[in-house]
Structure formats: structure tokens, C-alpha cells
């Protein structure tokens, strides 16, 4: 496509994409701006003056509920959630490499828990620990219904990666006499770790902002998507924005953080003269 | 052949060392948790308590009552609107980033700025709806201000409107990301090829492009679709109450403890997906596409 692309078509393309991103954005933004609504504003616009009143609002306990407990649970549950996806999926990305007996099994078992509706992991979680006679909670159950939504992910990635991944690296490291953890720790992690590092953020917020397969899983303290969710049905007021406002912003500073993170990696590799980085 | 010899024992079996975690960790929550449900689909329950038993009473009263028909159509049309909708959606946008955005930074750049929202919490994404929609809000104040209505539009918020628009808006990006990376992988040189043998943009797109993306189409409509076909919380938060759909009555079954029959209700929603997914898969061959 040569340089007469700029054409009719290729406005018309890129105004669609805009009105894409703005009606991506739009709203959000919107309930930034309505969080700081004066004391006296309403769910909507117009702004009655400008105020962090519902900000404040939100960390009185009767207002909102347990606001900071289970704000505190969603992050340890998200690193918790983190961490045993990044190590499984490598793992599992490992194992996939060869063949091996029940390799067809567990691949379709992975892309089932992808398809098969969220209620019905929560429902099914919590039927089991019911008749098992066990208590669910956030750290176990909940757990486990959030690995069954991470771990296929992390895995479909970790194909992708290993699909690009040069396997001369292992050898030559063989070749030179390392061992198979020694390969593993110094040159197989290092090249991988932008994608580990994804799948950790894939794992955090996928986690983090898990509603449905939380419900009937978490037991008696709730996680935060469950807080936000009883709270839309009995407030309403701008505190609602001002929780929206602060979880947005957490995740936005996850991410960015991640993609900081990323590029620090990428370049100390420029600044290093290494070519690994390449491979991944 | 690149396994040293001496270690070939361990080796052969590192991979199922490797896989255990991902095996046990489904296992124990995904296949095991799926049979408890099939199982106590066929118990007994009464207000207080659930009993083992096998009886088929959970699914003649679900098969029997025409509320069940009319959900599950309801959430069929739900399904068949959000995945007509995301996929023009999803496949333009990724076009536009695809094939006419130059520099593969912007690219990056463009792609970062249409996946981010899918990091960030759903609900909220759902909330942030109801200052626009409301009966006082930004669309109906935008509306009058135009002087294209005169009183406000109440079809706007909680209505089968509002619940679609939010879905395309939550799920927008399970066809982007897919597609988007299928149409990365096509090779150009096969585009150069059909302009240089006469292909007009058009002809191009559809004869060259659209084949060669379908994987990808069909990955994002298995989310699309299964994503919709399960959902509660939309339904219940952007409807205010007003519409059914199959997984806000399990939901509801499970919040009135009838238990056998929220999953006699799931093990059908399953098949029913699982024959959607399957009847996708029979259209477009992903193993051969991959």
C-alpha cells in the first residue's frame, strides 16, 4: 500500500478509531471528574462547586462498608494470584515443549476454563467446599476460581513466547556446561522476563477486578469487586465515583508501573549490548 | 536429539514435573468443582438444606417453565447484538492500527491505548455508564440541548440498549486483541501482490485480508459469546432489573440457596455453550489456521 493511502478511507478509519477511544475513555474520565462533585453535587452534571468530600467519605467505615479491608485482601489475592501464575505458566510453557502423555488433555482442560462461564466455576467451587463441609475464603477458594481464569492466559502466552524463543541460548549454555536449573535461572528467565513480567500484570489485574467467579468463593470477607458491587445497589452518591476514581487509579499505577519496569529492562539490554533481548 | 544422555531419565520426566501444577490446580478447581455441579443437579433440596438423591425434578421444572425459554432467548439476543457489534467494531480498529498506522511505535502505541481499559475494573467501567444515560444526564441534556428531543429519552439507562451498548464497551477488546494479532502475522508482501495484480483496496480486504484473520475473529467470538452467554452482573446492573438472562437467574437461584436447581440450570448453560463454541469451530478450522 503504497503512498495514496492517505485517502478518503484512511480518515474515515482514523476518525472511527478516535470515536473508538473516546467511547473507550469517555466515560471514566467522566467519573474522575465527577468524584471531586461539591458536598452538595448529585450523580450527574452539573459540578455543584469542587470538593474531595467524597473521597473522604469513602474511608469512614459505615459509609462504605470495609472500604480498606477489602481493598487490602484484592492486592494480596492479586499478588498471590501473580506470582503462582508467572511460575505455573512457565512451567506448563516448559512442559509443552516436548511431547508427553496427557499433553492433549490438560491443553483442552486449559482452553475449557477459558469458555466455560465464570458462574459456573463459582458455582462449582462453592458446591464443593459446601458438600466437602469446607468454610470458602478469599485466600483459598477465591484463589483457586481466580487461577482457573489467570493460568490459561499465561499459558496461551507462554506458547506465543516459546514459539519465538531461540533454543540455540539453552543449548550454548549446555554446550558450556550448565546444568538444566543453571540454564533455566541465567539464560531461559532473563530472556523471558518482559513476557513474564506481562503475564504477572496479566495475572494482577485479571485478578484484581474479578467479580463473578469471586461470588460464591470468597466466604465472609469480601474482596473489593464484591464491596464495589453491593455498594452500586445502595449508594448513591458520588462516593461511587470516588471508589471508581481510586481503584481506576491503582490500576493505572500498576500498569504503568509494569510498563516502566519493561522498558527499564529493554533498555539496560541496549545499554549492555546484549542481543538476548531479541530472541524473546 | 538435544537432550544429553546422561541426564535422560530426568529429563523425560521433567515434563510432567513441569505440568503437574497446571494439572492439579485445574483439576481440582475446574473439572472436579464442573462434576459437583452435574452431580447436585440431580439432588433434592428444600429451604434450609441440600440432599443427595437422583431425581430429575431440577430440569422438568427448568425445561418446563417458558421464563426458561424466554431467558435463554433473551440472552441469545444479547449474544447475537454484542458479537455483531464488537466484531465491526474490533476488525475496523484493528485494520486502522494494522494496516494504516506506519510506524510499528504508534502501532504499539495505538494497540497500549485501546487494551488498557481491559486492565482496569469492570464494574466501575459499568457504572461510569449511568452519568451519561441517566434521565438527567450527559446524552439526554446533549440530546435537548440539540434540540432533538424535547423531554428526556428513558430508554437510555435499564433497557436492553444500555446493556448491549455496555457489553460492546466491556468487550470491545476480546475481538481486538486477537484479530489485530492475526492480521500482524499476515505477510505484506501478499498485499503488495494482490495491488500489483489489480486487487482494489476493497477487493483486497476481502479476498486477502478477511480470510487470512479469521482465526483471529474466531478466537475473539468464542469470548465474545461465551463471555455474554454467562454474564450476570452486566444484565443486573445496566437493565436495573428490567431483563432476564440465564446467568442472572442462576445467580439468583444461588442467592435463594436452591442449589440443585442453579446447577441443573448451569449444566445446561454449559452444553449450550459448548455447542455454540463447537459450531464456531466447525466453521473455521483453528487448528489449521494456527
Redesign the interface.
Known amino acids: 500500500m503504497g503512498s495514496e493511502r492517505k485517502g478518503l478511507g484512511y480518515w474515515l478509519l482514523a476518525g472511527f478509531f478516535c470515536l473508538f477511544v473516546l467511547f473507550l475513555y469517555g466515560p471514566t474520565i467522566t467519573i474522575m471528574i465527577l468524584s471531586f462533585q461539591g458536598e452538595n453535587g448529585g450523580l450527574t452534571f452539573p459540578m455543584n462547586g469542587f470538593s474531595l468530600h467524597w473521597f473522604g467519605r469513602l474511608f469512614e467505615q459505615q459509609a462504605v462498608g470495609d472500604f480498606g479491608g477489602s481493598i487490602s485482601r484484592s492486592l494480596i489475592l492479586g499478588l498471590v494470584v501473580t506470582v503462582v501464575t508467572v511460575t505455573v505458566s512457565l512451567a506448563a510453557g516448559l512442559a509443552f515443549r516436548r511431547r508427553f502423555f496427557g499433553a492433549t488433555p490438560l491443553f483442552y482442560m486449559a482452553i475449557a476454563s477459558l469458555i466455560v462461564p465464570s458462574i459456573l466455576v463459582s458455582l462449582g467451587i462453592g458446591l464443593m467446599f459446601n458438600v466437602l463441609g469446607i468454610e470458602p475464603t478469599w485466600i483459598t477458594s477465591a484463589l483457586g476460581a481466580h487461577l482457573t481464569w489467570t493460568l490459561p492466559f499465561g499459558l496461551l502466552i507462554m506458547f506465543a513466547v516459546f514459539n519465538r524463543f531461540n533454543r540455540a541460548y539453552e543449548e550454548a549454555a549446555r554446550d558450556q556446561g550448565a546444568s538444566p536449573w543453571q540454564t533455566l535461572r541465567h539464560v531461559v528467565v532473563p530472556i523471558l522476563l518482559p513476557s513474564l513480567i506481562g503475564v504477572g500484570l496479566f495475572g494482577f489485574t485479571l485478578s484484581y477486578d474479578e467479580f463473578a467467579r469471586s461470588l460464591m468463593t470468597t466466604g465472609s470477607y469480601n474482596t473489593l469487586p464484591l464491596e464495589i458491587y453491593g455498594m452500586t445497589t445502595s449508594v448513591t452518591t458520588p462516593v461511587l465515583y470516588a471508589l471508581g476514581t481510586v481503584t481506576t487509579l491503582l490500576s493505572i499505577v500498576v500498569i504503568t508501573a509494569t510498563l516502566l519496569t519493561l522498558t527499564w529492562v529493554q533498555r539496560r539490554r541496549a545499554g549492555k549490548g546484549s542481543d538476548a533481548g531479541k530472541a524473546a | 536429539m ?1 537432550a ?1 544422555k546422561p ?1 535422560l531419565r ?2 523425560a520426566l ?6 503437574t ?3 492439579l ?10 462434576l ?2 452435574v452431580i ?1 443437579s440431580f439432588w433434592d433440596y428444600d429451604s434450609v438444606m ?1 440432599y443427595p438423591d437422583f431425581i430429575f425434578l431440577n430440569y422438568e421444572e427448568l425445561l418446563g417453565s417458558h421464563v426458561t425459554w424466554k431467558t435463554y432467548l433473551n440472552t441469545l439476543k444479547y449474544a447475537a447484538f454484542v458479537w455483531a457489534f464488537t466484531l465491526g ?1 474490533g476488525f ?2 484493528a ?3 494494522a ?2 498506522v506506519r510506524s510499528s511505535t504508534a502501532q504499539m502505541a ?1 494497540f ?3 487494551t ?2 481491559f ?7 459499568m ?6 444515560l ?1 434521565r ?3 446524552m439526554n ?1 446533549t440530546l435537548m440541548g440539540l434540540g432533538l428531543t424535547d423531554e428526556p429519552l428513558e430508554f437510555l439507562l435499564f433497557s436492553d440498549f444500555s446493556v448491549i451498548l455496555t457489553f460492546v ?1 466491556l468487550y ?1 477488546q476480546f475481538m481486538i486483541v486477537p484479530i489485530f494479532n492475526s492480521m500482524m502475522r499476515i505477510d505484506r508482501n501478499l ?2 501482490a494482490a ?1 500489483d495484480n489489480g486487487a482494489s ?1 476493497f477487493q483486497t480486504l476481502v479476498n486477502v485480508i478477511i480470510p487470512l484473520t479469521k482465526s483471529g475473529i474466531l478466537i475473539g467470538s ?2 465474545v459469546v ?2 455474554v ?5 452486566t444484565v443486573r ?1 445496566m437493565s436495573g432489573g428490567q431483563s432476564a438472562s440465564v ?1 442472572l437467574m ?2 439468583n437461584q ?1 442467592s435463594l440457596l436452591q ?1 440443585p436447581a ?2 441443573a440450570n ?1 449444566v445446561v ?2 452444553i449450550i ?2 455447542m455454540m ?1 463447537a459450531a464456531m469451530l466447525r466453521v473455521v478450522d483453528i487448528r489449521k489456521e494456527l
Open positions: 538435544s544429553a541426564a530426568l529429563s521433567a515434563p510432567y514435573l513441569q505440568a501444577p497446571l494439572g490446580v485445574l483439576a481440582v478447581f475446574l473439572v472436579i468443582p464442573i459437583t455441579i447436585v441440600i467494531i475496523t480498529v485494520y486502522f492500527v494496516f494504516h495505538l497500549l491505548v485501546c488498557i481499559p486492565l482496569t475494573s469492570n464494574i466501575i467501567r457504572i461510569s455508564w449511568i452519568p451519561f441517566g438527567n444526564g450527559i441534556q464497551y470491545a498485499i503488495e495491488r483496496g468464542i469470548f461465551t463471555l452467554m454467562g454474564d450476570f452482573i446492573l446467568g442462576i445467580a444461588i442449589y442453579a446447577a448451569a448453560l454449559l455453550v459448548l463454541v
